[in-house]
């Protein structure tokens, strides 16, 4: 009985080539495709010289064929309609990501919104009498709107605003909004 090797790409049980060695697909074409695309991206990651040849040699193509792929864009609808789907696809995830990303401080959100109990300190000894107040984290590119949205966010003026860097030193930014405990 010949040797059987499972082919890496359409997993099907197939006989040996008896002249391949290390046989890992089959000779199907889309088996032997899949096998040529890998080898081009092992290549690509691994060798230098092999990407910017490849790269040049495109460059080349490209200026020798200045009005290809337009042309080939015009006579080819069914090409622009796909490519018009696949790139609305492009700009959905694209502004997924940015949406996810939004609301995140660049420096790192060291006080997480939500009420917490404020202990003013005078000369070294803390008061016994904690007042609740609310925090809430307002992002850096946040423009001072005053009076004309209902005077800014609690009616509290830019003066009023402090943020906490990565050492927890209190710089003027962002806003501290008081407010009863829940």
């Known amino acids: 009985m010949k040797p059987r090797i499972l082919c890496k790409h359409c997993h099907r049980k197939v006989p040996a080539n008896p002249r391949l060695k290390n046989q890992d697909y089959c000779n ?11 080898w081009e991206r092992h290549k690509i990651a691994t060798d230098q010289d092999y990407c910017t040849n490849r790269k040049e040699s495109r460059t080349n193509w490209q ?8 042309e080939y864009r015009r006579t080819h609808p069914k090409y622009r309609r796909k490519n018009r789907q696949k790139q609305k696809l492009r700009d959905a995830k694209r502004k997924a990501r940015r949406l996810a ?13 939500g009420g917490y109990y404020l202990i003013p300190i005078m000369d070294d000894l803390a008061k016994m009498d ?29 003066d009023d605003w402090i943020t906490w860097n990565s050492k927890e030193e209190c710089h003027d930014a962002a806003p501290i909004i008081s407010g009863p405990g829940p």
Do not use: F
């Open 63 to 70: 200026e020798k064929n200045p009005g290809y792929w337009a």
């Open 101 to 113: 990303k939004m609301d995140t401080l660049k420096r790192g959100n060291y006080v997480m919104p």
């Open 28 to 38: 199907r074409k889309r088996c032997q495709r899949a096998r040529k695309t890998e």
């Open 130 to 158: 904690a007042s609740m107040q609310k925090i809430i984290i307002i992002p850096d590119g946040y423009e001072d709107i005053g009076t004309s949205c209902k005077k800014g966010l609690d009616g509290h003026k830019k």
